[in-house]
Structures are given as C-alpha cells and as structure tokens.
C-alpha cells in the first residue's frame, strides 16, 4: 500500500493505516529526536507524542502524498518545547550550577557568561517597561502567555507581540556579543 493511500485510510480514522505510517516513521523520528535530546526516554516520549498529535488531527490533515514534512515539523516543535521545560527545570539549574563548579579552573568561560548577563540585563533595562515583565515572566518565571496575559492584565496576542518583539530586540543587541549564548538565552 502506498503512502498516499495510508493517509487516505488514515483521515478515514483506519488504525491499520495508523499502525503502518507508526511503522514506516518512528526510527526516523526517534532518530531525529535523539540528536537533540540525547535522553532515550525523551526520544521515546516525543515520538509518542507526535503519534498521538497525528492521531487527534488525523481528518485535516491536508498532505496526500507524504507525512514527512508534517511529522518532522511536529517533532521539531515538540524537541524545542522538550528543550524548553529542560532550560526552566531546576535540574538544569543544578546542571548549570555543577558545571560552573567544575569549570572554574577554566575562569574565562565564567567570565564571558557573567560579562553576558551583565549586558543582558543593561540591554533589557533598555525596552519598554510592558516587554521587560513579559520577558521576564515568561523567561525567568515560567509563565505560559496565558498567565502572563491575566496577571498583567493583557490580551493573549498582546503578551505574544510584546514577547516577540522584545526578544527580537535582545538578540539583535546581543547576538555580536556571544552567538551561542544568545541562543540558548533565546531559547529559554
């Protein structure tokens, strides 16, 4: 059977179709996964999840041909959403913390981080009072746009705009400065 014809049965809610395009993806995907999570059970759990968001948007899905494009991209959304929730864990905070520990023999690393955070703080100081808290509740408190939105009193898209925009307006300011940690501050 071909693929086209799976996703064909797929929208059609068939679980043999289901159960074949599971068969012909989930290498790939765990694959791709565990390049960027290097965690097994990640891996595991984000293929699962792409596999069920498949499943629940099964009847509008508008490839006919192939999955491809469509399973990596979730994939892709849920390892940054994984990466995420890592960043914002105190398991990384501790991970960061044994590190510096164990990097203090190299003191320029700690340097460049701190000469970081210093510029990133001044270049924060720099935006609009609104994109300061967002930024802040989203990136140092974990909060969902949501829960920002409600406790500042904002609509959702306004949180959104506000967050895009300010971010936007760090990385262009600091990305010169250090590439690499103005990605991983970006990302968090």
């Not at 799976?6 to 993806?25: D, V």
């Not at 979730?74 to 940054?80: F, P």
């Not at 746009?145 to 949180?159: F, R």
Request: net charge negative; charged share 25%; proline share 2%.
């Amino acid at each position: 059977m071909t693929e086209a014809e799976l996703i064909t049965q797929l929208k059609a809610s068939s679980h043999r179709a289901f159960n074949e395009i599971y068969r012909l993806y989930a290498g790939r995907l765990y694959a791709f996964c565990m390049e960027y999570c290097k965690i097994r059970e990640d891996a595991e759990e984000i293929v699962e999840d792409v596999f069920v968001k498949l499943w629940t948007i099964r009847k509008s899905i508008r490839q006919e041909e192939t999955l491809k494009s469509l399973l990596f991209t979730i994939s892709h959304n849920l390892v940054i959403n994984a990466y995420r929730r890592t960043v914002n864990s105190l398991d990384y905070a501790e991970y960061v913390e044994i590190t510096d520990t164990l990097s203090a023999d190299n003191p320029s690393n700690k340097i460049e981080y701190e000469e970081f955070v210093k510029r990133l703080r001044l270049e924060l100081s720099y935006l609009p009072e609104t994109q300061q808290h967002v930024i802040h509740m989203s990136r140092v408190e974990g909060l969902t746009n949501k829960e920002i939105a409600i406790k500042l009193g904002l609509s959702e898209q306004t949180v959104k705009n506000q967050l895009s925009l300010g971010l936007k307006q760090l990385h262009k300011k600091l990305s010169p400065l250090s590439p690499l940690l103005c990605c991983l501050f970006e990302l968090f």
